[in-house]
């Protein structure tokens, strides 16, 4: 199921938090809200931990991680990380890295199996991405942004990328990714994919501003309802019908 | 190495990263050159239509090496153009602060800034493909739009922020029973735009206001262009008087640094004010204002 979400006014759910199987990171904010909508949906499953980065909230961005690992960017203070060690369970390495980019979140796109990074990366990081996350890495631009991990989005089931992205791209990449991609939006047009939303394998939050059509898309796309082809078309309708109300 | 914007006469080199190429290059230059103005009438083509104004800054050729330094010439075209329901992710931008860090419907609010055509000016360059927006400013009647959610919330935070006790009865008359007769002005632009285009702008809010009187469809709506008063919600810094000493000058206009220049003169023409602080910056401190209408009585 899909949840929209906001941080403090703003719709940029991907920037204030990290979601992947085995964890949630979310942002110290101003208010209680943004957490406990993590906590009430997750918090059975997996833990959801309140962090900062490198003393900002802006932890989605700076960070790149899966259900095997975390890669922090080379600022992130000492207590940061033992606090992230401390809380996230004993099978998730977190790896702080020395890496000249360290918007990781905007440079790394991952899933449990592929990453696709930024094509400046260095050699060394990326061996480490390969190693910590245990993913196949590839560099590779999204609608010839080369900022990877901000155009798109991915889980283990299915993708969403920048709208502008080509056919021939969007192929390219499904083979890469071994997942269903789908150009699009969120949050009511914008193309920064990662921005706006967050995502795993059984759930997403996305902001407020997500139209039902744009969420309907997501829920299709990374399969989070139980996906019977007559039960997408049913539940598309609704929305559709939705918007018009 | 990032395209190079074709419009622009000349080829630039690379820009730090800002929002759009012009915000760069205006960002450059205001903080080093001189400016020299020139303005040039506004051609108003018909009512509630656009207008332009060129502007050109020109500045001191820089010292130091020729082809990766910036001269100083920027052409900007700005534009003044009806908002349009694609404006909607700029304005947002710009109105994230309006009520301080409380959560709110401003997606709302933006939809009905956006939604009334007739009165209100977005400032964006001509023929900017990025579609940012520089500036935004419109009034919103306060009683026509009285069951929108953001306007309620809008009013509510007003309400309780107000700790004046002389003040929160005439805010609640305004914000009730009077709410038919009273515009929320609202008016946001980046912190570099160019200060030559406020005047137009604010000449163009209240042009329109005075034609919507004439021009609007129903009675009803005419009627509600007609503002006895204004109410202005902004921000601006004051000086914690750190040392209590009389001076002999008590203007208390110097203890308050206004970001936006209208400010200034707003508050200095206002009826009455209140200030309250911000749960965002320590420094800052919000202002309401009413001001009696300049263009509404008729």
């Known amino acids: ?245 | 190495m990032p395209q190079e914007p074709a419009r622009h006469h000349r080829l630039l080199p690379v820009r730090p990263l800002t929002f759009s190429p012009f915000a760069r290059s205006v960002a450059r230059v205001a903080t080093a050159y001189l400016v020299k103005h020139y303005m040039h009438n506004a051609v108003q083509q018909s009512a509630g239509d656009e207008f332009k104004e060129k502007l050109k800054i020109i500045g001191r050729r820089s010292e130091s090496s020729e082809d990766e330094e910036f001269d100083g010439v920027v052409q900007a075209d700005f534009a003044f153009f009806d908002p349009k329901p694609d404006d909607f992710h700029g304005v947002k931008t710009l109105l994230q602060s309006y009520l301080d860090n409380k959560q709110w419907d401003l997606s709302g609010f933006v939809d009905l800034i956006l939604g009334q055509t007739t009165v209100g000016t977005v400032v964006k360059l001509e023929d900017d493909e990025d579609n940012g927006v520089f500036s935004i400013i419109t009034a919103l009647n306060l009683g026509r739009y009285k069951d929108h959610k953001c306007i309620t919330e809008l009013k509510e935070f007003l309400l309780n922020i107000c700790h004046e006790k002389d003040k929160i009865g005439n805010l609640r008359s305004l914000l009730g029973v009077e709410a038919q007769k009273v515009g929320l002005l609202v008016s946001q632009c980046v912190v570099n735009l160019p200060p030559e285009l406020l005047p137009p702008l604010y000449d163009a809010l209240f042009d329109e206001i005075s034609w919507a009187t004439e021009d609007e469809p129903t009675e009803e709506l005419r009627n509600s262009f007609r503002f006895q008063f204004y109410v202005v919600v902004s921000k601006f810094y004051k000086h914690k008087n750190a040392n209590q000493k009389r001076s002999s000058s008590t203007d208390k206009d110097e203890a308050f640094v206004y970001i936006k220049p209208e400010d200034e003169i707003l508050h200095k023409l206002s009826m009455w004010s209140f200030l309250f602080p911000l749960q965002t910056q320590q420094v800052a401190t919000h202002e309401m204002q009413p001001d009696n209408g300049g263009v509404a009585g008729r």
């Open chain 1, 1 to 245: 199921m899909a949840t929209r979400l906001q941080f403090e006014n703003s719709c940029d759910v991907g920037v204030f938090s990290k979601l992947t199987n085995a964890y949630c990171l979310a942002a110290i904010g101003g208010s209680e809200n943004f957490y406990s909508t993590f906590e009430s949906e997750l918090a059975d499953v997996i833990p959801v931990v309140k962090t900062s980065i490198a003393g900002t909230r802006i932890i989605g961005r700076l960070c790149a991680g899966n259900k095997n690992g975390l890669l922090v960017p080379h600022n992130t203070t000492d207590q940061e990380l033992q606090h992230l060690r401390n809380s996230l369970p004993d099978q998730v390495v977190v790896r702080r890295i020395e890496e000249k980019l360290s918007a990781l979140g905007n440079c790394i796109a991952c899933n449990d199996h592929v990453a696709l990074t930024h094509t400046d990366l260095d050699k060394e990081t990326e061996e480490i991405i390969a190693d910590v996350l245990g993913v196949e890495v590839f560099r590779q631009t999204i609608a010839g942004n080369i900022l990877v991990g901000s155009y798109c989005a991915f889980s283990n089931r299915g993708g969403l990328v920048h709208p502008h992205t080509s056919i021939e791209d969007l192929d390219e990449l499904s083979t890469l990714l071994q997942v269903p991609l789908v150009a699009g939006t969120i949050n009511r047009g914008s193309e920064v994919i990662a921005a706006g939303m967050t995502v795993n394998d059984w759930t997403a939050f996305c902001g407020s501003d997500t139209t039902a059509t744009e969420l309907s898309v997501i829920e299709s796309v990374f399969k989070l309802r139980e996906a019977q082809p007559s039960a997408i078309v049913d539940e598309m309708r609704k929305s559709l019908i939705d918007t018009c109300v």
